[in-house]
């Protein structure tokens, strides 16, 4: 990579023949004494609530792993942490007071790491003395210098604090993401090493008892992000799971992959088709072990060759990539060796989502139409490109056994089973809506591959599929104590207190009281979309909501976080400004018909959301439900449905997606209800209909169709002012145009 501009290589030259002689005196001294790292910080540093601190505190840990690594006697780790600590000089308990400050300044460390903020939360400090925060973390910083002006320094983002704190609503929460921002703030401008300890915990509630101070675990996930700082070892070459053998691309656009790798890394991309180069290209990686790279726009097809290599960095380059951030590197620490990672059959397409609970996890081989679906797998072959996320346990009224509780908790519920094209052996265990919807994109767009990634879970509720700082932030109430409280459904929170009855048994080897489980919120977000990474996604197949349905306008404000959350994570991220991203289309399925009594309301709520939100598709299902069983076996008819509505909607095809819409209802004549449908060329109805005047009370409505109208009265209701359409929990409403698509459930208040 070359420097920007003449004055910045003019800068990195000379800051280089300034840093060349440090670092051999500095690896002189590394020769004759042990390098001494300092952890400063708060209780989190110095290991308050755990049991055994001398043996679990992240310090100790951190000790540990540069043993096991780099031999004994390498390295020094001192523990100046104090409780209770705040970085303000006019906080409660200022840490520049403490003895373990003065201790730490004694040190003389090497590297510093510092861990501070959290308790600058109290409304004690952060209120009145938020502005003094950067200037007294930039003295702090110049003391460590003072004592050791070659010092590296390591600044951290503060570990999480969690909504079961008392004050996290009444200012905790603002006060924590303020001060996270500063710290951002402070290690720009003291050229200081950001560390995100953020992160790696935020997606762990369960690993911190009080909110706060995290268990043995999560001090372990401390240790080991700051060793990855310090080192530069962050595992090694990765990429998401989903990028594999098989997969699907993006097509005709700018795509942007990103990936891990160990610091100090030369990335480089070789994409390659019948063994000749189409593209190449490198990176680097950043401190954090981060890297992406852009792809240029590829047109539809396949089979390719993606191969990414990681390689280390010269190090007389180095401070071409890091100087501005480190005036000095003492040794390449990190362990790095070439690595290299292959995507073959790779093709480029469009790439769907599809997710939601059980009736969009239910197997092709659990349908009516096994035999055609499985004809249609083998004749379509390696257009059709299936990833499968199964949980790897239901969630049947059964008690888990150990391995899923920690698994679960470890966020490893879903299993990644690989890309497979379509056959009729790989199509039996995959989701029914998502191979029709993907048979029916792959009809019509004969030279585009389609790729179909599939992670619904049954009986997951919708909170469990939204980001955590979403809630947090938007409906902090549902995160507190779900299992035990009003926002979710009896039967859900209770199947789930039965999954995870051994966690909570005191005597249990895997107690604990804050075990996860898919249907909690932000776990199936966590778990089986983070995962994905920044994947760009042509759309989503959304099907859920039976486990919602007790409340309805809940669940309103849940779907619209549903789609803000997604819509952001899965944004492209463009390094052209130039280059919009459209935003990403959801296409839902509306509950069934089932003798459910809240389900006529929520089915409108679902109709009235689809029109209200922008880029939302809903298709109906009312037509094929079953009354004995809430997972009916005919999905073949909704993948279609909902492969007409992206077919429209999303490539601009010109074809009938929509069931007839109301677009009016007006008195008529003669104490008729005139009701106008829009996508009503050939309207059939005989039954469904109810009108109510001004009392409330519902009777059956004749019927009388005219053209793109309909008629309604009642001998009953001489004053109509209600009408309602299919509004039973199983309805056999028949409201349909010449293509057979059905009308949704509605009520609507008479003009």
């Known amino acids: 990579m070359k420097p920007k501009n003449f004055l910045t290589y003019f800068l990195c030259v000379l800051l280089s023949l300034t840093v060349s002689p440090a670092w051999g005196s500095r690896k002189k001294q590394a020769a004759e004494r042990p390098l001494r790292v300092a952890c400063v910080g708060n209780s989190v540093t110095y290991g308050y609530g755990l049991r055994h601190r001398d043996r679990d505190a992240y310090p100790v840990r951190l000790q540990q792993m540069l043993d096991s690594a780099y031999g004994a006697n390498r390295f020094e780790v001192g523990n100046f942490g104090h409780s209770g600590a705040t970085l303000l000089y006019k906080g409660h308990r200022p840490y520049v007071k403490l003895p373990e400050f003065h201790q730490a300044l004694d040190f003389k460390a090497d590297w510093v790491v510092i861990h501070l903020g959290l308790n600058d939360t109290d409304p004690r400090n952060w209120p009145d003395w938020k502005e003094e925060f950067i200037p007294n973390y930039r003295a702090l910083i110049d003391s460590f210098r003072t004592v050791n002006p070659e010092a ?57 008892p009080d909110a706060l101070h995290p268990n043995p675990e999560g001090a372990m996930i401390l240790a080991r992000t700051v060793y990855g700082a310090l080192t530069g070892d962050h595992g090694g070459l990765q990429l998401p799971p989903v990028y594999s053998n098989g997969m699907v691309l993006p097509r005709d656009e700018h795509l942007l992959i990103e990936g891990r790798a160990n610091a100090r890394q030369n990335i480089r991309r070789v994409l390659s088709k019948d063994g000749k180069v189409v593209d190449e290209g490198e990176t680097f990686t950043r401190a954090d072990g981060t890297w992406s790279m852009e792809l240029p726009h590829i047109k539809a097809g396949g089979p390719y060759t993606l191969t990414f290599t990681a390689t280390p960095l010269n190090p007389d380059n180095y401070h071409f990539y890091y100087a501005e951030k480190y005036p000095f590197r003492l040794e390449n620490l990190t362990k790095a060796k070439a690595q290299t990672l292959t995507i073959d059959s790779l093709y480029f397409g469009d790439l769907w989502l599809a997710s939601g609970q059980s009736n969009m996890e239910l197997r092709v081989d659990q349908c009516n139409t096994l035999e055609q679906d499985l004809a249609d797998a083998a004749r379509i072959g390696n257009r059709l490109h299936l990833f499968n996320m199964p949980a790897r346990a239901r969630t049947d009224a059964v008690e888990w056994p150990d391995s899923v509780l920690v698994f679960t908790n470890r966020l490893q519920h879903m299993a990644f089973q690989g890309w497979q094209t379509a056959s009729s052996a790989s199509v039996r265990a995959f989701s029914a809506v998502a191979f029709n919807f993907g048979r029916v994109l792959c009809d019509s767009l004969e030279d585009v591959p389609i790729g179909i990634i599939c992670n619904a879970v049954g009986g997951s509720t919708t909170e469990s599929w939204i980001d955590r700082t979403t809630l947090e932030w938007e409906l902090p109430n549902i995160i507190s104590n779900w299992r035990n409280g009003d926002y979710g459904q009896p039967w859900a929170r209770g199947r789930m207190t039965q999954n995870i009855a051994r966690a909570l048994d005191k005597e249990s080897p895997v107690y604990n009281p804050l075990q996860r489980h898919p249907y909690e919120p932000c776990y199936l977000f966590e778990a089986a979309i983070a995962p994905l990474g920044h994947l760009p996604i042509k759309g989503v197949i959304w099907y859920q909501g039976e486990s919602n349905a007790n409340n309805i306008e809940l669940h309103e404000q849940l779907f619209n976080l549903l789609e803000q959350s997604w819509r952001k994570h899965f944004a492209r991220r463009w390094n052209c400004e130039f280059q919009k991203k459209p935003v990403l289309p959801f296409y839902t399925v509306q509950l069934s018909s089932l003798p459910r009594p809240s389900w006529p309301a929520f089915r409108d709520s679902q109709r009235r959301l689809a029109e209200k939100l922008e880029h939302t598709g809903l298709v109906v299902s009312t037509d094929l439900g079953d009354a004995t069983d809430v997972h009916y076996r005919n999905k073949r008819p909704v993948g279609e449905r909902l492969a007409l509505q992206a077919l429209h909607y999303t490539y601009g095809h010109t074809l009938e997606c929509e069931g007839p819409t109301l677009s009016s209802a007006v008195k008529g004549q003669n104490h008729t209800v005139a009701l106008q449908f829009d996508h009503a060329d050939g309207l059939t109805c005989t039954r469904g209909f109810e009108i109510a005047s001004s009392d409330g009370l519902f009777y059956p409505a004749d019927i009388k169709i005219e053209g793109n109208k309909i008629l309604l009265s009642s001998p009953s209701v001489k004053w109509p002012t209600t009408v309602r359409y299919g509004w039973s929990g199983y309805t056999d409403a028949d409201l349909r145009n010449a293509q057979g698509l059905p009308a949704s459930t509605f009520k609507i208040d008479v003009n």
């Open 152 to 208: 590296r320094i390591l600044v951290c983002k503060m570990t999480p604090i969690f909504d079961r704190h008392s004050r996290f609503q009444s200012g905790t929460r603002d006060w924590h993401a303020q001060i996270q921002r500063a710290i951002e703030q402070v290690a720009q401008g003291a050229g200081a090493q950001l560390v995100d300890l953020y992160t790696p915990l935020h997606s762990r509630p369960d690993l911190f």
